[in-house]
């Protein structure tokens, strides 16, 4: 029995060397240039990393992982895991000043994990080397180009003894919340969440040969959970093919991603809302009639609120290019619960809970709540008073934990907040479970996911929840953008806490804007029967998200307190 990754690996590489593991289209483009990973090329390429981390005593320590996208990255990964070293991947500062935001992330995670080393590709090491003087947490902290690492090191390689408590990597949490934090993710999470990957998605052994093992293609980003854990790690789990390239090539061409999975045919490819809405906009007859989208078995849609408008019109859209309703997989899950903690049922089109009536858009379609599937095996969903820490029943809504063997072990040197967040305890359940922060409800064992705790707006002593006014705002004019309005209260002095909306829309939209937001204001009005301090409407792409596409509330919330915000303005009256 595999104890690991690595284990894994090494069957593969001797039972289907040739085997493609990873295909990168280079420019994004199936018509480029494309470089391959064999099962073969892959072992050799993770065992030279390991074997020079091993020759430097490295094992048990940190290594920060700062690559563009690229199978060199992957190899970086299982070369860590190969060597016994915990690798913590990170966002190479690149670009204008090497982006000043990657730069003081990647410091703040070097320092917290207590990096020993920094893998990377060359241009980011040269990079780092010529910032060296600036940047003193460098100091001490050895770096190499693993492009330079020659193959025949691999030869030195020796096996390490991994146990399924042994740390695999650090997944520092994009921090839609909070200052990133490191789950620290074992060797046992990852095979368990890879198991609860493979059969809620239906990837089975038969599933896999009748699709040639051409199981993904992906664009999401390797350093982020749903990127690494789902497409490149279940792949290499299975032993299977995965054809990947950057996020950015999709951003500039959200068209190349559909094209991708029209020439691969994959069973599994997807993202976060957003991708879906992006796709729609670019939609023209050209490309409908190039695409054949029939073989798509799981479009999954997770990372951020799953919004049933979306689902009905990608649908509706790309049905024409063979696309199936049934194909639609909004899922749930977190980087600390390793990653999967729910998933839709294969084949099966999406369940919708329409509101209740009385409820805030009640009668509206597109505002039904989207299911987000079933616990995989072995993982267990409570929903939980937040406060009593009671049990609640069928239909209510509390706070999501989640058990099982795919909980990571907690917070990395953070003793209090492990405690807060992996400790909590349950009357008449065994075991430990995860706090997720997150608030939902469980109908006929699946869950639907309402929002943040710690978002909820409490004004005049009723919750609100920040996604239903989003919703509402973007339901009541067409000019907002989908997926980019953000809903918060501010302390208002004697009238006390008062809700605030800002939204996204397109800078030709100035002149109308006084009568979008008296649109808003009424509809808000009417839904929620709230009164609301202000409306703003900002540029696109202007509200801070963290990297899997959440909206930052609180980070908008800022924003909005110290005017920096965006902000769309009226043109001048001649």
Not at 183 to 191: I, M, R
Not at 404 to 424: C, D, I, M, P, Q
């Amino acid at each position: 029995m595999a104890r690991s990754l690595v284990d894994l690996l090494t069957a593969h590489a001797s039972n289907h060397p040739e085997r493609t593991a990873y295909r990168h289209l280079v420019t994004g483009d199936c018509d480029g240039e494309i470089q391959e990973l064999t099962y073969d090329r892959l072992a050799t390429r993770s065992r030279a990393v390991a074997a020079w981390l091993q020759e430097r005593g490295l094992a048990g320590s940190r290594a920060m992982l700062l690559y563009p996208p690229g199978p060199e990255f992957i190899c970086a990964y299982l070369g860590c895991l190969s060597a016994g070293v915990v690798a913590v991947p990170g966002v190479p500062p690149q670009g204008r000043a090497q982006n000043h935001r990657a730069l003081t992330r990647m410091k703040r995670l070097v320092a917290d994990a207590d990096a020993r080393v920094i893998l990377g590709g060359r241009d980011v090491i040269t990079a780092l080397d010529g910032m060296a003087g600036h940047l003193p947490e460098l100091d001490g902290i050895a770096r190499v180009a693993t492009e330079d690492i020659p193959d025949d090191a691999a030869a030195a390689w020796r096996e390490p003894e991994l146990t399924a408590d042994s740390v695999a990597f650090l997944q520092y949490t994009s921090g839609s919340t909070s200052a990133p934090r490191g789950v620290v993710v074992t060797h046992g999470n990852l095979l368990d969440n890879e198991r609860v990957i493979t059969e809620r998605m239906g990837h089975t052994p038969g599933t896999i040969a009748e699709y040639g093992h051409e199981l993904f293609v992906s664009w999401l980003p390797v350093y982020h959970d749903m990127g690494l854990i789902g497409p490149v790690l279940n792949t290499v789990y299975l032993g299977a093919t995965a054809t990947l390239f950057s996020p950015l090539h999709f951003l500039q061409r959200p068209n190349r991603w559909l094209t991708a999975v029209s020439r691969y045919r994959p069973h599994t490819s997807g993202g976060p809302n957003f991708a879906y809405e992006l796709c729609l906009k670019h939609a023209d007859p050209e490309l409908l009639d190039g695409l054949d989208l029939s073989s798509w078995k799981v479009a999954f849609n997770g990372a951020e609120p799953v919004r049933a408008a979306t689902l009905r019109r990608f649908a509706d859209t790309f049905g024409r290019a063979g696309f199936r309703r049934e194909a639609l997989y909004p899922c749930y899950g977190l980087a600390e619960a390793t990653l999967m903690v729910t998933g839709g049922t294969v084949d099966t089109p999406p369940t919708l809970l329409a509101a209740a009536d009385g409820a805030p858009n009640a009668g509206e379609a597109d505002a039904a709540a989207v299911g987000c599937g079933r616990p995989g095996p072995g993982v267990t969903v409570a929903i939980v008073h937040p406060e009593w820490h009671k049990e609640l029943p069928e239909g209510e809504i509390g706070e999501i934990w989640v058990g099982g063997a795919s909980v990571a072990k907690g917070y990395w040197r953070n003793a209090l907040a492990t405690r807060e967040s992996f400790r909590a305890q349950l009357p008449d359940r065994e075991g430990r479970f995860l706090r997720t922060g997150d608030l939902g409800l469980l109908r006929d064992g699946e869950l639907f996911v309402t929002g943040r705790l710690k978002d909820l707006i409490v004004i005049d002593g009723r919750n609100h929840y920040p996604q239903d006014l989003e919703l509402t705002a973007e339901l009541a004019h067409p000019a907002l953008r989908p997926g980019c309005t953000a809903a918060f209260s501010v302390d208002a002095g004697a009238e006390g806490e008062q809700p605030v909306l800002v939204a996204e829309t397109a800078p030709d939209t100035a002149g109308a804007s006084q009568k979008i937001t008296d649109v808003i204001r009424s509809a808000l009005g009417e839904a929620h029967g709230l009164s609301v301090r202000d409306v703003v409407l900002v540029r696109p792409g202007t509200i801070p998200k963290t990297s899997s596409g959440k909206i930052q509330r609180r980070a908008t919330r800022a924003a909005y307190l110290d005017g920096t915000l965006a902000v769309v303005t009226a043109p001048a009256v001649p």
